[in-house]
């Protein structure tokens, strides 16, 4: 893992465990809080959304809202940025799609789940601080799932690939923007691995 230092950044951010994680993506989730879903904030190119029980993609604008079981995708060259009520950021990279398993956000308690399954390609969170002090004492869930694996955030800024073709999935720890002196200082404790269908941590 590059030395103990990779290893207690590792540790210390992102908890990756192999295999799927049942979420019941295909099964009715609870009903949302007012908070829940996320918002298109950008995008560019080509992007399509695959609504909840719905067989068909359509074009999708900055502004729509997304809710559990709904679908998005990026073509090549396109992006987008998608809003989360607590704060955090996802960023979709282009020959992407990811579904939303479950976001929830409780305005009295604050309380927050946030879980997505990259089906292809790449996609960037930025989590919030607030997220991340709640998942500290449980209050809070952030989870990007792939075919190969699950990604848990333990840290503010992070990267989930996943290369279909080779059905391998990749995770990257990543200074925090929001700190670019904290994240020059530290470029070099970034952690990245890759996991292959079958094997094991």
């Known amino acids: 893992m590059g030395g103990a230092r990779g290893g207690r950044v590792f540790a210390g951010i992102v908890a990756v465990f192999a295999g799927l994680l049942v979420l019941g993506m295909a099964d009715a989730a609870p009903a949302q809080t007012a908070g829940g879903g996320a918002e298109i904030k950008q995008m560019t190119g080509r992007v399509e959304v695959l609504r909840k029980g719905q067989s ?30 607590d704060g955090s950021t996802l960023f979709l990279a282009e020959n992407s799609r990811l579904a939303m398993t479950k976001v929830e956000f409780d305005d009295v308690t604050k309380a ?88 094991r941590f």
């Open 56 to 85: 068909e993609w359509g074009p999708v604008t900055t502004g729509a809202k997304l809710v559990d079981g709904d679908q998005v995708r990026a073509h090549a060259g396109a992006s987008a940025e998608l809003a989360l009520p």
């Open 112 to 199: 927050r789940t946030s879980a997505f399954h990259l089906v292809v390609g790449k996609v960037r969170a930025l989590v919030s601080k607030a997220a991340i002090e709640l998942l500290r004492s449980r209050q809070s869930n952030f989870v990007i799932s792939t075919p190969t694996a699950v990604a848990a955030a333990r840290g503010t800024h992070y990267e989930v690939a996943y290369d279909a073709t080779q059905k391998v999935t990749r995770v990257a720890v990543l200074p925090d923007p929001r700190f670019p002196e904290a994240a020059e200082a530290h470029h070099d404790n970034a952690y990245a691995f890759n996991q292959r269908t079958g094997d």
